[in-house]
């Protein structure tokens, strides 16, 4: 028989991407401790830091156009 699926708290969750997220622990040290892959925990990270990149890029763009348009 297959192994059952770990189903997380959407607290848990949270605890760990913001650990990741402040430095406070390597994505590593979380998989282990928790006994996941770390691409588990480095996807859910994935869309806080897109969001960011997307935000600087958007603002790097923004004073690009304004400096072509002086």
């Known amino acids: 028989m297959g ?9 848990l969750k949270e605890q ?8 406070e622990q390597p994505v590593a040290e979380l998989a282990r401790q928790h006994g996941v892959a770390e691409s588990l ?19 790097r763009c923004q004073r690009i156009k304004r400096g072509l348009a002086s």
């Not at 192994?3 to 607290?11: D, L, N, V």
């Not at 806080?48 to 990149?53: E, F, H, I, L, Y």
């Open 41 to 59: 925990i480095g996807a859910s990270n994935r869309p806080v830091a897109d969001q960011k990149s997307h935000r600087t890029r958007n603002a």
């Open 16 to 23: 760990i991407v913001l650990a990741v997220l402040r430095g």
């Open 3 to 11: 192994k059952q699926r770990k189903t997380w708290s959407p607290e």
